[in-house]
C-alpha cells in the first residue's frame, strides 16, 4: 500500500484534517469541525483529537503519522506550544492564551501513531514549497500569508546554505518561533499591531487593514462600486467586494490594492535582501485579489530590493491556498520521519 499520513490545520475557527499520499494527492476523505479555539483546552483538544480520528477512519491506507499546523509559537521538539495567541478561555471575563501549553502527550493518549507540528505559516510555505509552485525543487522559498494577520515562512535547500544539510530546512530559530515575517517593520511611526509594535507588514496588509483603508476613502465621500457591493453598508467591504469592484476597474479598488501591495513590496523586498529566494509565494485567503495585489507588490518589490537578487527571484502566488495548512502538516509528518533518522 502506498503511504500515506494526516495534515491536520487547526484555526480559530475550525480544525480540518485529511489523509495525504507522499505526492499530495488525497488518501481519503476529508474532515472539518468547529475548533472552540476559544472555549478551553480541553475542548480544543476533544476537536482536535475528534476530526484526526476522523481523518484516520476515512484513510485508504493505514497513517504513519500527524502533522499538524498550528498558529502561534510552536515548539515541535517538547510537544509544546508556547505561545498561540487566539486559543484559550474566558476567565472572568478576560481571556487568557495558551502559553506553554502540552499538545503531543495529551493528544497521544488519543491518536497511536507519531505526532508533529509547526507554526502554520511555516507548513503553509512547506505546503507550497512540496506540492505548489516550489515543486521541491527551490533552492531559496519565501512565503507570505496575507488574510487575518501576515504570516510568513523560509524554506531552504542544501543550495542554499553553506556546511552539511540535508533539505527542505524549515527556518525556525533557535528558540523555534522564527520566520515571523509579518512583523518586518516598515515605518517604525506606523500604525499598531496586535503584538503591540509599530509599522509592521500586518499593520498595514492584514485583511481588516485593507477593508477600512476602502472604507476610509468611501467615508471620504469617493464614488465606488463598493457602495452598491455593501448595500451602502460600508461595515460589511470584504477583500472579496474589494476584489469584484476591481475587475469592474472601479478606482477606489484598485487604488487599495495598489496602496496595500506597495507596502507589502517593500515587505518583499527585506525578504528578497536578506534570503536571495528564487520563488517569493504570496498565498492566504487574500491573495485570491490575483493580479490587483501582486502587480504593485512586484514593481515595489523591484525598486526596493537589490538589483542582482531581484532579478533572480520569482514573484509568483501560491497554488495550495484552500488546502496550504494540511498539506504543510503532511509534508512535515513525511519530513519529520526522515529527519529523525
Known amino acids: 500500500m502506498a503511504r500515506c499520513v494526516i495534515g491536520v490545520d487547526l484555526g480559530g475557527t475550525n480544525v480540518r484534517a485529511g489523509a495525504f499520499y507522499e505526492d499530495g494527492s488525497p488518501a481519503g476523505k476529508q474532515f472539518e469541525n468547529p475548533s472552540h479555539a476559544q472555549k478551553g483546552t480541553e475542548a480544543i483538544f476533544d476537536a482536535l ?27 515541535n521538539a517538547a510537544g509544546i506550544v508556547r505561545w498561540a495567541p487566539n486559543f484559550g478561555q474566558n476567565v472572568d471575563g478576560v481571556f487568557e492564551s495558551w502559553f506553554d501549553v502540552p499538545v503531543r502527550a495529551p493528544l497521544s493518549k488519543h491518536i497511536d501513531i ?27 522559498f519565501v512565503m507570505v500569508t496575507m488574510g487575518t494577520g501576515i504570516g510568513g515562512g523560509v524554506i531552504l535547500s542544501p543550495d542554499a546554505v553553506l556546511g ?5 530546512l524549515v527556518l525556525v530559530g533557535g528558540n523555534k518561533g522564527g ?13 499598531d499591531c496586535n503584538a503591540g509594535t509599530y509599522g509592521t507588514v500586518e499593520a498595514y496588509c492584514q485583511r481588516d487593514a485593507i477593508v477600512r483603508r476602502a472604507q476610509f476613502k468611501i467615508i471620504r465621500g469617493r ?27 472601479d478606482e477606489v479598488a484598485i487604488e487599495t490594492f495598489r496602496e496595500v501591495g506597495t507596502i507589502l513590496g517593500v515587505g518583499v523586498a527585506n525578504y528578497i535582501n536578506i534570503f536571495a529566494p528564487d520563488i517569493v509565494a504570496i498565498g492566504g485567503q487574500v491573495s485570491k485579489a490575483g493580479k490587483w495585489l501582486l502587480d504593485p507588490i512586484f514593481q515595489s518589490a523591484r525598486s526596493n530590493a537589490i538589483t542582482s537578487l531581484f532579478r533572480d527571484c520569482e514573484l509568483r502566488l501560491a497554488e495550495q491556498v484552500e488546502d496550504a495548512g494540511m498539506l504543510g502538516g503532511a509534508a512535515l509528518a513525511f519530513e519529520a520521519q526522515k529527519w529523525a533518522k
Open 114 to 140: 507519531p505526532i508533529f507540528m509547526d507554526n502554520d505559516a511555516n507548513m503553509a510555505a512547506l505546503g507550497e514549497y512540496r506540492y505548489g509552485c516550489g515543486r521541491g525543487t527551490a533552492k531559496s
Open 164 to 168: 552539511d544539510a540535508r533539505g527542505p
Open 223 to 249: 464614488a465606488s462600486a463598493l457602495t452598491e457591493l455593501s448595500e451602502g453598508n460600508p461595515s460589511s467591504i470584504t477583500p472579496r467586494m474589494i476584489f469584484e469592484a476591481c475587475e469592474v476597474g
Open 49 to 75: 483529537a475528534g476530526t484526526i480520528r476522523q481523518a484516520m477512519g476515512a484513510a485508504e491506507s493505514k497513517p504513519e503519522a500527524v502533522g499538524l499546523a498550528i498558529p502561534g509559537h510552536i515548539d
Open 179 to 191: 520566520a515571523e515575517l509579518g512583523h518586518i517593520i516598515v515605518n517604525m511611526d506606523g500604525l
